[in-house]
């Protein structure tokens, strides 16, 4: 920083005798006149100090000028009655204080009206995900299983299988069955029979979502036309619910289902009307199932005149309506149902409807990336479980 | 019972015959009046508020003041009621309610009817399935009756299981069934040890206004005689089971029981198809059932009892009324243009 | 599925006879048996015609309100009920609740059902309630629940859009505050056909997949709407189908509802004037007849 005097430094032209100790070792005349002379020049005259226009335009930018003109204007009348010093504090504080209350202001104003500029409270937009983790093959006992974990929402999902006589009026196919177990720890208000409702609404909507052949082929899992075929037992636990159950359960059953192993049959006999089945030694030896064309459920919330997808409890609680869609990567939409209270006009709905679908083809493009890459990493993949 | 005591004040006047008392305090004539309560015979503490509005001459006006307070007259609990001899609904006190039945209305059943005994609807359906007939009785084929009154039917019942009085429905039906012989089981066997019907009887009540029983039975048997069940055959050897719908074979129906409910009041007053609000108020209930012009059976679920003469008189308008409902029966089957 | 001691049971594994019905028509045949050449339906209707609706309010006596409506062959009943407190609730609930049950009759549908309630009854049920919600003025009965029972007396279709509708009607006949009336449409959707007000068997096609065609759409469409608000209370889809069809059966729904409206609106005036008629008459006896001894 440049300095003012040029870089040299002051000294004090009261000389030695600034010190009381020097003045007491005793002074000249001289010494004495030039500390009178000193003395009396501390003293301000009646007229002092002055203001110098030049000085003043020396020491402050033309900027800082301009903006203190208003308030100085507005102190030079009121210097005479109160003081050039008392004028001088008062001018100070008011500047500072103006410029407090602005930028509260400021913030206020902005937090107050710009909510709604595709912005939540936690930063995501309107069309964001919370960031999400899945992983397969977590229980050991179960033939395909999933974690997935969006978030402070939790879901774990296991696929038992077992062999079963289809339905007499679709020999040709297997069976598939969702229960959907809410756990009291998930959130108070599943306590008592709260979570039940809940839970047939999801399985429901699960089963309906999964109803066509176009989108699940349960004759994947016919072993002997009319006699015998494998059911699926979809259990899917709630650990932790933080809002957009929906969407987080139908990503965790698709990863489970991916994860599914069906042992291969060898061979099967019938004998009279019994049926002989021979399972495959190896646990090796066993299928995977196509779950390219399942689909996944996008919800879409509608607060204010807008509708968020992934919402939180919070932002849950507050609206009164959302719709639920489910959607292939195929872009065919498979279900659709209204949650909530409230009612849409059907343009609204039709919006909606276009929105969802764009979310939930970048979904399902997402999870079939994450699920590719964990079976690449096959046997050697690290499980993490539920220590992360 | 909460009132103003203005309206409470003006005139009250105590009927008082077996334990029911009543008290009627009204102003300013007809309008205003009304505010009865009803109290239990025996000790049950009190019932529904009830109001009760009647006159001088023979009718009686049913009003609804307020939706808990229901509206009713009880002739017979008043010694000085001028409008003996009539019941709420206007009908004299041996007269039954009039009586509709609508058969093969169902499409979707192989048997249906639609009873309405005045305010109360019953419907039938029938369906049939095919099973193998149980071990011990390879030549019979299945009836399964069951009564269901669901919360539909009535605010006295709630969603859930079924009530103890829907249970019990059912075991009358099924009994009357079985002892009146109406269906014989050998006949719904198609091959022994194999193959036999079964035939679904479900009774729904759509309306509980009382008699619910009398409607049950008719539509029960109003429908069996609809039943038309498709030709089937079945090959032992290979166990294929072919059905072919357009041949069809009736039912055979050799008995056709009609049931009567009497509501007892006081021990001594009989009332023939009670309405719900009578059957609340009664002290018992005895259930007649008439097949062709002999006694079936006599169903008496506890309440007070009854005299040999009153039970004569039962069973004596009970044999009138199965005369009376087998040929609005045969009427209505014969409309279906069969 | 636990024994039901309550109930007399037949016995366990029987079948539906339907089951051996020799023919096993293709899915072609049996779009062609359903649809003739000029695209009309096996009932002579065209694909966007609504079968004729009888509706009547007041049918259950016991109940505070109640209907009935009949689309051709299906017929469903449906009551409401004075409201009671919500049981096991202890906290305060500023909005009534309404608890609502659909159920088939057991010898409703092609095939015997059960009598306790299975899934497809409860989604139903579920359905029913989401449809119904946004129309009742709920903060007028706080704490309290109004039941809302619908009984599917035989299914030919449509039978949950008829209950939706029907269920309308017997809320304003019990004089529940609402917004508006509720009426619903069902659309099905087979590749290229789209059938409005579907019956039984026209549902049963929608829900398979149709064969090797230029689309693969398949499903059925369930919308309720209030007319008064524009506002469609419930939109439940099932079945495979693209966006663009969806979409543009919102429309097609919209304007089926347009139509029951009317109807029903018809309907509950006829029971209006109806009671009013005899309120009049039941005053002139007052006068004339009754008297009072004190």
Redesign the interface.
């Known amino acids: 920083m440049a300095s003012d005097t040029g870089g040299v430094k002051p000294f004090a032209i009261q000389g030695r005798l600034a010190r009381e100790r020097e003045r007491l070792l005793g002074m000249t005349e001289k010494e004495r006149a030039w500390r009178r002379q000193w003395l009396k020049d501390q003293e301000l005259s009646r007229n002092e100090p002055r203001y110098v226009p030049e000085y003043y335009t020396e020491r402050y930018n033309p900027i800082r000028r301009a903006y203190k003109m208003p308030l100085d204007m507005a102190f030079k009348p009121l210097a005479p009655v109160l003081g050039a010093e008392r004028t001088a504090v008062i001018r100070w504080f008011t500047g500072k204080f103006l410029m407090i209350g602005f930028a509260i202001y400021a913030t206020a104003y902005y937090f107050k009206y710009n909510a709604h500029e595709d912005f939540r409270c936690d930063g995501r937009t309107r069309l964001d995900y919370r960031p999400m983790e899945v992983e397969t093959d977590v229980v050991s006992h179960a033939s395909g299983s999933a974690r997935l974990r969006l978030a402070n929402t939790d879901i774990l999902v296991g696929v038992k299988t077992e062999i079963d006589t289809p339905y007499p009026e679709r020999p040709r196919e297997g069976k598939i069955e969702f229960f959907v177990d809410c756990s009291a720890n998930a959130t108070p208000a599943f306590e008592g029979r709260g979570g039940e409702e809940l839970g047939t609404e999801i399985s429901n909507s699960l089963a309906t979502s999964y109803q066509s052949s176009q989108t699940f082929d349960l004759t994947a899992l016919c072993i002997l036309p009319g006699r015998q075929c494998w059911k699926l037992y979809v259990d899917i636990l709630i650990l932790e619910c933080g809002g957009n159950l929906f969407d987080a359960v139908s990503l965790a059953v698709k990863a489970a289902l991916h994860n599914v192993r069906i042992p291969k049959v060898k061979a099967a006999s019938l004998d009279g009307g019994t049926v002989d089945l021979q399972l495959s030694d190896d646990p090796f030896d066993c299928y995977h199932l196509d779950v390219s064309a399942a689909p996944c459920l996008v919800t879409l919330c509608k607060i204010g005149d807008h509708c968020v997808v992934d919402p939180t409890a919070e932002e849950e609680m507050c609206s009164n309506a959302s719709v639920v869609m489910a959607i292939t990567e195929k872009s065919l939409v498979t279900s659709v149902f209204k949650t909530g209270v409230g009612s849409f006009h059907p343009q609204t709905l039709l919006d909606i409807l276009k929105v969802g679908l764009a979310i939930g083809l970048n979904l399902n493009k997402a999870l079939k990336a994450a699920l590719l890459e964990e079976r690449e990493q096959g046997h050697v993949k690290e499980c993490c479980g539920f220590l992360k | 019972m909460r009132s103003r005591n203005n309206v409470l004040k003006?005139?009250f006047?105590i009927y008082a015959k077996t334990g029911i008392l009543c008290l009627?305090y009204?102003q300013h004539?007809?309008?205003q009046?009304g505010y009865v309560v009803l109290m239990e015979p025996f000790g049950v503490a009190w019932k529904d508020h009830v109001i009760f509005?009647?006159?001088?001459?023979k009718?009686v006006?049913k009003?609804e003041c307020n939706?808990f307070i229901t509206l009713l007259i009880l002739l017979q609990n008043f010694s000085s009621a001028?409008a003996q001899g009539v019941r709420p609904d206007g009908r004299s006190l041996q007269k039954f309610r009039p009586v509709s039945i609508n058969v093969g209305s169902?499409?979707?059943?192989e048997g249906?009817a639609i009873v309405k005994i005045g305010?109360t609807?019953v419907?039938c359906?029938?369906?049939?399935?095919?099973?193998?007939p149980?071990a011990e009785e390879p030549n019979r084929g299945?009836l399964?009756?069951?009564v269901?009154l669901?919360?539909?039917?009535?605010?006295k019942f709630r969603?859930g299981?079924?009530s103890d009085q829907?249970?019990v429905s059912?075991?009358f039906i099924?009994e009357t069934l079985a002892h009146s012989g109406c269906v014989d089981l050998t006949d719904l066997c198609i091959v022994p040890e194999h193959l036999a019907w079964?035939l679904?009887c479900?009774l729904?009540c759509?309306?509980?206004?009382g008699s619910l029983l009398d409607a049950c039975v008719i539509a029960l048997v109003a429908a069996l005689r609809t039943v038309k069940l498709?030709h089937?055959s079945y090959d032992v050897n290979t166990e294929a089971?072919?059905?072919?719908?357009e041949k069809r074979n009736k039912l055979q129906v050799y008995n056709t029981p009609v049931a009567t409910t009497y509501a007892i009041f006081d021990d001594e007053i009989l009332l023939p198809d009670p309405t719900?609000e009578e059957e609340t108020l009664s002290s018992g209930a005895v259930t007649v059932v008439i097949q062709g012009d002999m006694l079936c059976s006599v169903h008496k679920p506890g309440g007070s009892p009854l005299t040999e003469s009153q039970l004569q008189e039962c069973v004596s308008g009970a044999l009138k009324r199965a005369e009376y409902i087998n040929k609005l029966v045969n009427t209505a089957i014969k409309s279906l243009g069969t | 599925m636990p024994v039901d001691s309550r109930r007399l049971q037949g016995p366990e594994n029987a079948n539906s006879y339907t089951l051996y019905l020799p023919n096993s028509n293709t899915c072609r045949g049996l779009l062609n048996d359903l649809i003739t050449n000029d695209k009309k339906r096996k009932d002579g209707r065209g694909l966007s015609d609504h079968r004729r609706i009888y509706m009547k309010t007041g049918v259950v006596s016991q109940a505070k309100g109640s209907a009935y409506i009949e689309q051709n062959n299906t017929k469903v009943i449906c009551s409401v009920f004075d409201p009671r407190e919500i049981p096991r609730k202890s906290d305060y609930s500023v909005n009534g609740e309404l608890y609502c049950e659909f159920k088939f009759a057991p010898f409703s549908c092609i095939k015997w059902r059960s009598h306790q309630p299975d899934a497809f009854e409860k989604e139903c049920s579920l359905i029913l309630r989401r449809s119904l919600e946004p129309a009742v003025c709920r903060h007028e009965f706080p704490n309290f629940q109004v039941d809302v029972y619908a009984l599917v007396l035989e299914n030919d279709g449509s039978a949950l859009a008829a209950a939706i509708t029907c269920a309308g009607l017997a809320l304003a006949d019990a004089s529940v505050p609402m917004y508006d009336l509720v009426v619903a449409a069902t659309l099905g959707i087979h590749g290229d056909n789209k059938f409005l007000d579907p019956s039984a068997e026209e549902e049963s096609l929608c829900n398979i997949s149709p064969p090797d065609g230029r689309s693969h759409n398949h499903g059925i469409i369930t919308a309720a709407f209030s007319p008064a608000h524009q506002q469609m209370s419930d939109f439940a889809q099932s079945g495979v189908m693209d966006i663009e069809c969806v979409t543009s059966s919102i429309e097609v729904l919209r304007e089926a509802c347009e139509i029951i409206y009317p109807l029903s609106q018809q309907c509950l005036l006829k029971s209006v004037t109806k009671v009013f008629k005899k309120k009049q008459t039941e005053t002139k006896l007052d006068i004339s007849s009754d008297k009072i001894e004190y």
Not at chain 2, 106 to 109: R, V
Not at chain 2, 150 to 155: H, T, Y
Not at chain 2, 206 to 209: E, F, K, M, P, V
Not at chain 2, 241 to 245: D, G, I, N, P, R
């Open positions: 003006p005139n006047r009627i009204g004539g007809f309008r009046i509005l009647f006159n001088s001459h009718s006006h009003r939706p001028p169902i499409k979707t059943a249906s305010n609807v419907v359906g029938i369906k049939a399935e095919l099973a193998a149980k299945y399964v009756p069951n269901e669901p919360p539909l039917c009535s605010p969603p299981p079924p829907a249970q059912s075991n099924a079964v679904h479900d729904i759509l309306d509980h206004d498709p089937v089971t072919v059905v072919s719908t719900n």
